[in-house]
T-cell receptor, first 113, second 114 residues
Framework: DQQVKQNSPSLSVQEGRISILNCDYT??????FLWYKKYPAEGPTFLIS?????DKNEDGRFTVFLNKSAKHLSLHIVPSQPGDSAVYFC????????????FGKGTHLIIQP | DAGVIQSPRHEVTEMGQEVTLRCKPI?????LFWYRQTMMRGLELLIY????????DSGMPEDRFSAKMPNASFSTLKIQPSEPRDSAVYFC????????????FGPGTRLLVL
């Protein structure tokens, strides 16, 4: 049973436009959410996180939105750049860094020139 | 900071052999995590430690897998005997261990069991 779901295996976006990656979760105990970016042959790199007490967190071009009632979060990248092409993983935890993370299966984002 | 260090980066072995994966967490981090990535199951948590003590090993697939953390700067994940279905990328991550602290991942060990 997948507790964190990323329903789009891939997404293609034109350079300069907005990229929106979506993630749904089922476990009500999750209260900390993270997005990781992964290039081939490298480990996941932390991108941005959000606590369940917030509904939005912004860091430069990256914004994460959390809708607790819908158990849904999204990552917005504006504007999209070629270097953003990677696999993006959504992750969740009941306790953040103190507990293991449950990951979605990832979305492969392709930024087209 | 050097980040999380894993060795070896690649391992090819034959079924039945023992495999040992190694991890050095970021200095000062109190929590260490082992994850496995496969095409079928994605990234899944195997086990994690807090202050060198195993906290949750419910993700360890079976008794062939074992993990140790003898001190704050070193951990091993051992598979004995290895099987072809163990072929995957194994990641180690570490964090400060406090609530809502980020986990930082190593580059991974790509294991192929023939």
């Amino acid at each position: 049973d997948q507790q964190v779901k990323q329903n789009s295996p891939s997404l293609s976006v034109q350079e300069g436009r907005i990229s929106i990656l979506n993630c749904d979760y089922t476990n009500s105990m999750f209260d900390y959410f993270l997005w990781y970016k992964k290039y081939p042959a490298e480990g996941p790199t932390f991108l941005i996180s959000i606590s369940s007490i917030k509904d939005k967190n912004e860091d430069g071009r990256f914004t994460v939105f959390l809708n607790k009632s819908a158990k849904h979060l999204s990552l917005h990248i504006v504007p999209s750049q070629p270097g953003d092409s990677a696999v993006y993983f959504c992750a969740a935890s009941p306790g953040g860094g103190a507990d293991g993370l449950t990951f979605g299966k990832g979305t492969h984002l392709i930024i087209q020139p | 900071d050097a980040g999380v260090i894993q060795s070896p980066r690649h391992e090819v072995t034959e079924m039945g052999q023992e495999v040992t994966l190694r991890c050095k967490p970021i200095s000062g981090h109190n929590s260490l995590f082992w994850y496995r990535q496969t095409m079928m199951r994605g990234l899944e948590l195997l086990i994690y430690f807090n202050n060198n003590v195993p906290i949750d090993d419910s993700g360890m697939p079976e008794d062939r897998f074992s993990a140790k953390m003898p001190n704050a700067s070193f951990s091993t994940l051992k598979i004995q005997p290895s099987e072809p279905r163990d072929s995957a990328v194994y990641f180690c991550a570490s964090s400060l261990g406090r609530n809502q602290e980020t986990q930082y991942f190593g580059p991974g060990t790509r294991l192929l069991v023939l």
